[in-house]
T-cell receptor
Framework: GAGVSQSPSNKVTEKGKDVELRCDPI?????LYWYRQSLGQGLEFLIY????????KSGLPSDRFSAERTGGSVSTLTIQRTQQEDSAVYLC???????????FGSGTRLTVV | KQEVTQIPAALSVPEGENLVLNCSFT??????LQWFRQDPGKGLTSLLL?????REQTSGRLNASLDKSSGRSTLYIAASQPGDSATYLC??????????FGTGTRLKVLA
């Protein structure tokens, strides 16, 4: 596609429920990144994919967080048993090699009530 | 571990002023550095990408410079406009698969 697409754009969920956030990267981009931005905070790295594998999962906050990428394209970030502190904007970015930088999606705003 | 500092944290100026936003980073072994803009409640828009071999990049009223050896980059905005109001983020890339972001400079340009 023309840009990085994330869905849903907004999600309100009850504490304890599971949620799935989706990212469609730019076609042909081999690298995909998930970041989180809590209210008034900077961007927090969560996970990086190169193709379908995740060489760096160091930013995932707990074992309630998981992510996968299939076909070298779409990625899903899953949060199980959501907590109020999971409320944030979840941003996805894709890239094609270190020379070209990132392109970000518009994000998913997650609110846990 | 890369650490990124952006100064000032917030800036409010009248329309038409020329601005300089500063970014410093601790690990100078970077491949490139990207400047982004973030509007409230939105994702990030890439403004300029400077490779480590370059000293500056220009796009319209924006000019970004890079002094890799001293761990500094500046974003210069000429003739600021109210539409420039946003948070500006710098992000150096050290080859550890990810960009590390500063906390940003929140800019408000008054009409």
């Amino acid at each position: 596609g023309a840009g990085v697409s994330q869905s849903p754009s907004n999600k309100v969920t009850e504490k304890g429920k599971d949620v799935e956030l989706r990212c469609d990267p730019i076609s042909g981009h081999t690298a995909l990144y998930w970041y989180r931005q809590s209210l008034g905070q900077g961007l927090e790295f969560l996970i990086y994919f190169q193709g379908n594998s995740a060489p760096d999962k160091s930013g995932l906050p707990s074992d309630r967080f998981s992510a996968e990428r299939t076909g070298g394209s779409v990625s899903t970030l899953t949060i199980q048993r959501t907590q109020q502190e999971d409320s944030a904007v979840y941003l996805c970015a894709s890239g094609q090699g270190q020379v070209y930088g990132y392109t970000f999606g518009s994000g998913t705003r997650l609110t846990v009530v | 571990k890369q650490e990124v500092t952006q100064i000032p944290a917030a800036l409010s100026v009248p329309e038409g002023e020329n601005l300089v936003l500063n970014c410093s980073f601790t690990d100078s072994a970077i491949y490139n550095l990207q400047w982004f803009r973030q509007d409230p409640g939105k994702g990030l828009t890439s403004l300029l990408l400077i490779q480590s071999s370059q000293r500056e990049q220009t796009s319209g009223r924006l000019n970004a410079s890079l002094d890799k050896s001293s761990g500094r980059s500046t974003l210069y905005i000429a003739a600021s406009q109210p539409g420039d109001s946003a948070t500006y983020l710098c992000a150096p890339y050290s080859g550890t698969y990810k960009y590390i972001f500063g906390t940003g400079t929140r800019l408000k340009v008054l009409a």
